[in-house]
């Protein structure tokens, strides 16, 4: 499976080169969008390349990859409008373009490194240093390769690059995978992780709930001036709380995949939290409306390093996932005693998060039978997963209080 990826890296500094080549090129994307326009319906970048490009090279004074970039850009933006045309979203239109972008081919009009970018402007070669973020380290190892990208302008004024690549990831069909994990996310921990060998990570305890503490006091404190400038910090505030859990988010996403990863997990189960019911995450007193954004970025971004590192995810429904006795099946609200989950059937004690997660593991391996039973391929050793899940218990069980 293909994998595609979009980063983006800002520019230390830039110059005049930039503007003024996005300028022309833009001059160059409005002439040609002009000819298909008139046109009255899409034409091949070969086509438009033909009748354009001496304009382009001559009078606008694009350089040649540019002039064949202007083509193909512009001829993809127009059969995406015929489409939609089709679809009858919208008519038949002439698409503008504004100098905030530019495209360049990899290897004929851009390179880069970690720290370069190299780039053809009408100026000539120039060279740009890049800010490399800790997290787009990885997208410079050789397995990545790189596509067409755009060179931005952002509202802030400042120009990042767009870098986009790709690589080949190989994943299990999902009716060969023996091993699962379900992930639950929540406040007390962020995620809890466990696997259908009941190995199992608890990851960024404590850390969301202590950042939310910190910033609910201060926004209780500046709400109650009820000031303009406490309304502007407030938002303010919200701002860097937002940036704050995106952060936790990002490290305890990675820690989590790299634990699948090392666990040899094909599939990872979480919870569908598209319509979050009443009952399922969110308990009244913890109630807190930055909450499900934050549960639901986690899942995001779990979702898109496994997928990344050949790990299958699939969305299973929460209902009673934290009520349910992953032994027994008994489902009760009385189940739960805080932290604890203590069944009322059976007796079975553990951590509530781990609970629901082993649920969720649970539901995501039904989920895998359920396709099997569905459809026509052999089921691939059933009992051995079945036994392994039933007799396995190798990691040990976290203490439940907290
Ligand atoms: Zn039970």
């Known amino acids: 499976m293909q994998v595609t990826k979009t980063v983006v890296l800002k520019l230390k500094k830039s ?17 040609a969008s002009k000819v298909v326009y008139e046109n009255g319906e899409p ?54 373009f504004s100098p905030t972008n530019i495209k360049f081919s990899y290897g004929r009009d851009y390179k880069i490194s970690k720290e370069k970018l190299s780039i053809s402007t009408l100026d000539g070669r120039k060279e740009y240093e890049i800010i490399n973020y800790d997290y787009a380290e990885q997208y410079f190892s050789e397995e990545w390769k790189y596509l067409a990208s ?48 009941k190995n199992q990570a608890f990851l960024g305890g404590g850390k969301a709930k202590d950042l939310r503490n910190t910033y609910e006091k201060m926004r209780k404190r500046l709400q109650s001036k009820g000031t303009f400038s406490a309304y502007k910090r407030l938002k303010a505030l919200s701002g860097k709380e937002k940036r704050l859990m995106e952060q936790l988010n990002h490290e305890v996403s990675k820690e ?21 019911r009443e009952e399922t995450k969110v308990r009244k007193e913890n ?42 099946g008994h489902i009760s609200r009385n189940n739960r005693d805080g ?14 998060d781990l609970n629901g997660a082993r649920n969720i593991e649970h539901r995501v391996r039904d989920f895998r039978h359920d396709l099997e039973s569905q459809g026509s391929r052999q089921p691939p050793d059933v009992d051995g997963v079945e036994a392994t899940s039933a007799t396995a218990s190798r990691g040990a069980e976290p203490q439940t209080s907290s």
């Open 287 to 328: 109630r807190y409306n930055h909450d499900s954004w934050a549960f639901r970025q986690l899942q995001k971004f779990i979702e898109y390093k496994a997928i990344e590192r050949g790990i299958r995810v699939e969305y299973v429904d929460p209902e009673n996932t934290s009520k349910t006795c992953s032994r027994c």
């Open 43 to 96: 034409m091949s970048s070969t086509k438009l390349q033909e009748l354009t490009y001496k304009h382009l090279r001559e009078d606008i004074g694009l350089l040649s990859q540019m002039s064949c970039n202007v083509a193909r850009q512009v001829s993809g933006t127009y059969k995406t409008l015929q489409e939609q045309v089709e679809n009858g979203k919208t008519e038949w239109q002439k698409s503008e």
């Open 256 to 276: 989590i995949v790299e634990f699948a990863k090392e666990e040899g997990v094909d599939v990872i189960g979480m919870e569908d939290l598209t319509d979050m």
């Open 339 to 352: 932290l604890d989950f203590v069944c009322e059937e059976c007796g079975y004690e553990l951590h509530a």
């Open 15 to 31: 110059d005049q080169s930039i503007p003024k080549t996005m300028e022309r090129y833009t001059k160059g994307m409005n002439f």
């Open 150 to 197: 755009e060179l931005v302008k952002h509202r802030d004024g400042e120009y990042y690059f767009h870098l986009s690549c790709e690589k080949e990831v190989e994943e299990k069909p999902i009716e060969e995978a023996s091993n699962f994990m379900g992930i639950d996310v929540g406040i007390n921990y962020l995620a809890v992780g466990t696997t259908t060998d």
